[in-house]
């Protein structure tokens, strides 16, 4: 079978150019926060307490979409390609009334959020201005999930490297002309770092938009536009049902991670600015891990659909591999430069030298964190989403008292928190590993 032969290069197909596009959002998200961090680190706290609860919200949308990725993936293995364009139809027509809820949500509700949230009054307002001119993002994202979707069932994902391209070169740009106000336009600062993000994201869902239209035959999932406009609901529940356990799972996740933050800001103003600092960097790897996570899905997908377990195992067993590979590299490198990538987001010679033992901590985390999303997405291409519900579940309960007990109990303060956060990825890592040896077709 060609596909057996033939599955390490499907799958670097695949997640080479969502890496590439992930990637290229990442590092204008970095240079976002340098610009942001080297101008006040309270605009660092601002931009990681407003961005947990946010990005929580719209990764709910997105995690969403991936029971209609799974079904699809299987529809394919099994070679039922039009039933795959049925659940691609009725997701794409569907998927958009959450994020136009989520909209009107985050413009008009955010100060009770970020209240709850523990944040200050130094840093409320800032929180506040930035949510709200980033919340139109939410009045597209319906229509972006579900497409990307169709790119990543359809093995073709390389339209996502220019759209990365588009969204984040001109988001540094606009960040550029917009912080600090060059050429002419006001100096906006964090309002001006929202705003750029949000016309930005807009040009690149115009630039998907005119490939889908101009390219469709190259994407062997995308359904018509008369397919669409006749979809029924039903294919839209059945992947809903599937999706709902990873959605759950992810905003459990970011529960947690909220719960962290509300933490560190009772330590002080400048810890959920050092923390959001430190796992900036980590997402940057993350993003080639997630990548990998999502050709894993898919491939996963299509082995199972197919019945062919040893396939489905070896595909797991070298995104394994190939993970750690990156998070080995990540270990290395800011082992060697902590310090020099610190001084990226802060002037601050107190804060980089008490932050160094954190950035070590949170690339040693890649290697949990690496298991459970691999694994994690082997699990779920085999259709079992309630399982890693479950374990987040575990997860979110235990990182969340573990910290508390560090912080408040044992007065370990920031380090409690990063040590509560490298046991929860680890066990759970271990807890996933045993349930994916025990799939059998």
């Known amino acids: 079978m060609f596909f057996k032969a033939d599955y390490k290069n499907r799958l670097v197909k695949i997640f080479i ?10 590092i204008q998200m970095f240079i976002d926060r340098i610009f942001l961090g080297r101008l006040d680190i309270l605009y660092m706290s601002a931009v990681g307490n407003a961005t947990a609860p946010v990005w929580t919200t719209m990764s709910f949308v997105f995690s969403m979409s991936m029971g209609a990725s799974i079904l699809i993936s299987h529809s394919v293995g099994e070679k039922e390609n039009e039933r795959a364009k049925d659940y691609a139809a009725s997701l794409i027509k569907f998927h958009n009334v959450i994020p136009i809820l989520l909209f009107f949500f985050w413009t008009f509700c955010s100060p009770l959020v970020f209240s709850l949230m523990g944040v200050s009054q130094n840093v409320m307002g800032l929180c506040v201005t930035y949510t709200r001119l980033y919340a139109p993002v939410f009045l597209i994202i319906g229509l972006g999930a579900s497409y990307s979707v169709v790119f990543q069932t359809s093995n073709n994902t390389k339209p996502l490297v220019v759209y990365g391209l588009i969204r984040s070169l001109l988001n540094i740009f606009l960040d550029y002309v917009l912080i600090f106000g060059h050429f002419g336009f006001p100096r906006m600062e964090i309002a001006g770092a929202a705003l750029g993000t949000t016309i930005a994201e807009y040009a690149g869902a115009i630039y998907l938009v005119c490939v889908i239209i101009a390219q469709k035959e190259k994407f062997f999932t995308s ?3 008369k397919k669409i406009l006749q979809a029924k609901m039903l294919p839209y529940f059945k992947s809903i049902k599937l999706g709902i356990p990873t959605a759950l799972e992810d905003l459990l996740w970011n529960a ?6 509300r933490i560190l800001n009772t330590i002080n103003e400048t810890a959920a600015g050092i923390y959001s600092m430190v796992f900036t960097v980590e997402v940057i790897f993350v993003v080639v891990i997630g990548a990998i996570g999502s ?4 491939l996963t997908g299509e082995a199972t659909g197919a019945k062919d377990l040893k396939l489905y195992r070896s595909i797991v067993k ?12 990540a270990l290395i490198f800011v082992s060697i430069f902590p310090k020099l990538t610190l001084s990226l987001f802060t002037k601050d010679a107190a804060i980089i030298e008490m932050s160094v033992i954190y950035i070590i901590l949170v690339v040693v985390n890649l290697f949990g964190k690496s298991g459970n999303i691999i694994i994690g997405s082997g699990i ?10 479950f374990t987040q579940g575990f997860g ?16 370990l303060g920031m380090l409690g928190v990063f040590i509560a956060v490298l046991c929860d990825e680890a066990i759970r890592a271990i807890i996933n590993t045993i349930r994916f040896l025990k799939i059998r077709f």
Do not use: E, H
């Open 318 to 329: 070298t995104s394994i591999r190939w993970s750690f590979l990156v998070a080995a590299f």
């Open 17 to 26: 150019p969502i890496m590439l596009s992930n990637l290229i959002s990442q």
């Open 295 to 298: 050709g894993t899905l898919t």
């Open 223 to 225: 359904p018509s536009l």
């Open 396 to 411: 979110t309960l235990a990182v969340v008292s573990l910290s508390a007990l560090c912080v408040f109990v044992f007065k």
């Open 380 to 389: 779920r291409g085999y259709g079992d989403t309630k399982w890693m519900l």
């Open 256 to 261: 947690g991670n909220l719960c962290i933050i």
